[in-house]
Nanobody, 124 residues
Framework: QVQMVESGGGSVQAGGSLRLACVAS????????MGWFRQAPGKEREGVAS????????FYTEAVKGRFTISHDNAKNTVYLQMNNLKPEDTAMYYC?????????????????WGQGTQVTVSS
C-alpha cells in the first residue's frame, strides 16, 4: 500500500491560483505514475493530470490544458499540481494517487494508493 498525504487546497476567486502537493510513502514498488483526480458533487471522478515516473510524459484532461501543470520532485517523492486561472467549474475534491500502469490514453491507472483529498473551491 502507498500512503499519499496531500495539501494545498482552499478557496479562491475565479482567475486565481493554487498549488497542490502530495507526498508519497510506504510501498512505492510498481509506482509507475502519479496523478491528480477530482470529483465534484453529482459527478464521476475524473483524471485531471498524470505524470509517468519512467517516461518523460504527462497527461492532462482537455478542460485544464494550458492552465494546470503537473510536476514531480523525485528527491522529495512529491507530486505537485500548479493550478492557474482557476474557474468555478474546477471546484471539486482533489485526490492524488500513485498507479502501476501508465497509458498515454488514460493517464495513470491501477491505483495503488490514494490521498485523503483536498477541497478546491473557486468562486465566480
Amino acid at each position: 500500500q502507498v500512503q499519499m498525504v496531500e495539501s494545498g487546497g482552499g478557496s479562491v476567486q475565479a482567475g486565481g491560483s493554487l498549488r497542490l502537493a502530495c507526498v508519497a510513502s510506504g510501498d512505492t514498488n510498481r509506482r509507475n505514475c502519479m496523478g491528480w483526480f477530482r470529483q465534484a458533487p453529482g459527478k464521476e471522478r475524473e483524471g485531471v493530470a498524470s505524470i509517468s515516473t519512467v517516461r518523460t510524459e504527462t497527461f492532462y484532461t482537455e478542460a485544464v490544458k494550458g492552465r494546470f501543470t503537473i510536476s514531480h520532485d523525485n528527491a522529495k517523492n512529491t507530486v505537485y499540481l500548479q493550478m492557474n486561472n482557476l474557474k468555478p467549474e474546477d471546484t471539486a475534491m482533489y485526490y492524488c494517487a500513485a498507479g502501476a500502469i501508465w497509458s498515454a490514453r488514460t493517464g495513470c491507472a491501477a491505483i495503488r494508493g490514494w490521498g485523503q483529498g483536498t477541497q478546491v473551491t473557486v468562486s465566480s
